[in-house]
Every structure is written in structure tokens, then in C-alpha cells.
């Protein structure tokens, strides 16, 4: 053995952390990799056979997949039958022991089908759901507009009417009979309850603004209901007043002219004798 041989037998060896002394292997070098073997089986649905080339380490899940179109049948309606014994779908065909030529059967599974079509359900009613809710979400979205709105006339002394304070809050009590119609789980029920506790809040501001805009005008009712003809009695009684003080004085009046003496200054008419004087 020359020295270059043993060289290169060296070169060949390395030794790991551990210790072990394993064949040194060329990063550079490209890893060859093994392709699984292809095989071809034989599935029967009904009276026809369908041949069917697929990997053997494959599942019968993605065999299922392959023989929806030929067969017709959903993948998940399948039941997949291998030495008379029902398949799984994440099973593997070669641990299964599947090889090239297999037979195989395939038929409509009732029970997998009724669930699918439970999920499906399932699944539209969740959407339906959603989508209701976020219209939901937008009226109200709405209706918070105005009730800013109400609330900054009303806090600046501003008056609004009562029909329309009334309509929001029906508007409102309506978005949330239509939230109490809607049964669902997961994040699509707390997307429910948050709804309902924003229409709450905006309900319960709604009752204080009713409140408030209606306290003014029942305290002005109140003042023109026990103090506000006070004022025009009295007026009343100073308007008679100097009328009765008239009707006295003119009394005082007539009962001196008569218990008082004649004036000195009136004059008075006599009557003088009419004489006839006739010449004698």
C-alpha cells in the first residue's frame, strides 16, 4: 500500500463530536434521493373497474381524491374497501400492504355523507351568521352617529324632538332583537355579544337624553301651572283697586254737597213783585 492510498483512505473518515468515526461525506455533492415505486390498482365501483397508477406510499385519502372524478362520488362519501375491510383515509397504501394489481372497492358511504352535508350546513349558517352580524354592526354604527349627535344638542341646552329620540331607540331595540335570533359558537358568538353590549350602552345613553331633553319643559309647565297666574291676580286686584277708591270718593262726594251750607258765593234767582201802576 502506497502512501497516496492511505492518504486517501484517510481523508475519507472523520470523526463526529461524540467520537464515532463515520465516512466523511462531500457537502458539495448532490444527495441522491430515492422516488417511491409507482404502482397501478384496481378499484371497483359498482359493476366497472377503474385502474388507477399512484404512488405506493400514497393514502387513501389522496386515492379517494383520484377516483371523484371517474366515480362521481365526493371523496369524503367514499368508502374505500381493501381485503374487506374499510380503509381510513390517512392510512398509507404499503403499510396497508397495497401493491402493483391490487383490487380494491369503492362505495357510497351514507353515514359520511350525511356528515358532510351537516358540515356543510354548519358552515353556511356560520357565514350567514357572520354576514348578519356585520350588517348589524353597520347599522349601528349608524345610529351611534346620531346619538353623538343627540347628546351634544342636548348637552348645550338644545332641545330635540321626543318622535325622534323615540325612533332611535326602537331602531336600535330592533338591531338587537335581530342579534337574539342569531345562535352561533366560537369567535363568531363573542362578534355577537359585543354587538349586543355596544347597542346596551347606546340604549341606556338614549333613555338618559329622553330625560334630560324632557326635564326643561315639564319645570316651565310647573312654573306657569302654580306660580304664573299669581302675577295676573294681582295686577287684577290693583287694576279694581283704584276703581273701588273712586266709587268711595264719589260717595264722600255727594254726602258733602249735601250736609254742606249753600256757598256764599252762589247766587240765587228771586222772583220781584210785578206791580201795575196805572196813572189816576
Known amino acids: 500500500m502506497n502512501e497516496n492510498s492511505v492518504t486517501g483512505a484517510v481523508n475519507e473518515w472523520e470523526v463526529r463530536p461524540g467520537g464515532m468515526l463515520v465516512q466523511k461525506r462531500d457537502p458539495d455533492a448532490e444527495p441522491t434521493r430515492i422516488l417511491p415505486p409507482t404502482i397501478r390498482v384496481r378499484v371497483k365501483y359498482g359493476s366497472v373497474y377503474h385502474e388507477m397508477n399512484i404512488s405506493a406510499q400514497a393514502t387513501f385519502g389522496e386515492l379517494k381524491k383520484m377516483l371523484s372524478g371517474p366515480t362521481g362520488l365526493h371523496h369524503e362519501d367514499q368508502k374505500l374497501m381493501y381485503k374487506d375491510k374499510a380503509r381510513d383515509s390517512k392510512s398509507y397504501l404499503d403499510v396497508a400492504g397495497v401493491k402493483d394489481q391490487s383490487k380494491m372497492v369503492v362505495m357510497e358511504d351514507p353515514l359520511s355523507q350525511e356528515r358532510r352535508f351537516l358540515e356543510m350546513r354548519k358552515n353556511a349558517k356560520m357565514e350567514k351568521a357572520v354576514k348578519l352580524i356585520s350588517d348589524i354592526s353597520f347599522e349601528v354604527d349608524r345610529l351611534a352617529g346620531q346619538v353623538s349627535a343627540f347628546e351634544s344638542v342636548i348637552s348645550k341646552g338644545g332641545k330635540v324632538a321626543e318622535k325622534t329620540l323615540l325612533n332611535v331607540i326602537e331602531l336600535l331595540m330592533n338591531q338587537l332583537l335581530k342579534l337574539d335570533g342569531i345562535t352561533v359558537d366560537g369567535d363568531v358568538k363573542l362578534q355577537r355579544k359585543i354587538q349586543v353590549n355596544r347597542i346596551q350602552q347606546y340604549v341606556e345613553t338614549m333613555d338618559a337624553l329622553k330625560l334630560r331633553n324632557s326635564t326643561p319643559s315639564s319645570n316651565v309647565e310647573a312654573n306657569q301651572t302654580h306660580g304664573g297666574t299669581q302675577p295676573q291676580s294681582k295686577r287684577t ?38 206791580f201795575n201802576w196805572d196813572l189816576i
Do not use: C, G
Open 237 to 274: 286686584a290693583h287694576k279694581r283697586q283704584p276703581s273701588s277708591n273712586a266709587v268711595a270718593s264719589s260717595e264722600w262726594e255727594i254726602f258733602d254737597s249735601l250736609a254742606a251750607p249753600p256757598s256764599s258765593t252762589t247766587t240765587t234767582n228771586t222772583t220781584h213783585p210785578m
